[in-house]
């Protein structure tokens, strides 16, 4: 190969290096932006003043197994009744391309953990095996700008049996001060069975 050429052809390949080098960089540093804004506690008591149709809820996400990954404990409750929350969850954050991807896994024993988030170091008494994946449930989100990200679940693709549903279908928008969150139930013929009509929650980052 010609001086010349070898130059050009190194130059070429140590630039795309680089360049690869850098866009996992900056896509990890997204990935940690994403779960940082997510954690926290928040409430969408604003919202329920301002329509009446719309509860306060807590949505509380407490980060745990940092050495495994991107995993938040997640409880929902009605604000007055956070030691009886409607929901538990474990969300597991990761990157696939330039998506991010929220998977939901319901836990066997979930009673067990409830309210522990006062003690976080308890959660790594919780294993692997003690939670289920829901398959199709997973929130695909993209980066729309710095500390915001939106995204949903696939077109139904999520399973439900709550209230007649047939499948549940999610909407999410997150941002440094707070989430937006749509979550519908719907029966086989696509008639909403549960879940807000008019749009998302708008919770509020109070912690």
């Known amino acids: ?25 900056e896509t990890d540093e997204n990935l940690k932006e994403l ?14 003043i301002e329509d009446k149709s719309y509860y306060n809820i807590s949505l509380r996400m ?14 929902q409750a009605m604000f ?18 330039d998506e991010f991807v929220s998977e939901i896994y319901t836990l066997k024993n979930e009673k067990d953990w409830i309210g522990k988030w006062t003690n976080p170091e308890v959660y790594n008494q919780l294993s692997e095996t003690d939670i289920e994946l829901k398959q199709g449930c997973e929130v695909v989100l993209k980066r729309v ?19 007649g549903a047939s499948f549940a279908n999610s909407i999410v928008t997150v941002t440094k ?13 696509g008639k909403q069975v549960w879940g807000a009509e008019k749009g998302g929650y708008k919770f509020v980052k109070i912690k």
């Not at 190969?1 to 960089?25: D, G, V």
């Not at 779960?35 to 329920?48: K, L, P, T």
């Not at 197994?65 to 409880?75: H, I």
């Not at 001060?177 to 013929?189: E, P, T």
Request: glycine share 6%; with cysteine; net charge positive.
């Open 35 to 48: 779960v940082s804004i997510m954690q926290g506690h928040y409430s969408s008591e604003a919202h329920s």
């Open 177 to 189: 001060d707070g989430i937006v969150s749509w979550d519908q139930g719907f029966d086989k013929d």
């Open 62 to 75: 407490t980060p745990i197994w940092k050495e495994k990954g991107n995993y938040l404990f997640v409880e």
């Open 145 to 163: 700008e710095k500390n915001k990200f939106s995204g949903s679940t696939g077109d139904k693709t999520c399973p439900s049996e709550l209230r």
């Open 80 to 97: 007055d009744k956070q030691d009886k929350p409607y929901r538990v969850r474990v969300y597991k954050v990761s990157q696939r391309g």
């Open 1 to 25: 190969m010609k001086p010349f050429l070898c130059l050009l052809f190194y130059s070429i390949l140590f630039s795309s290096c680089k360049s690869a080098a850098y866009k996992e960089k």
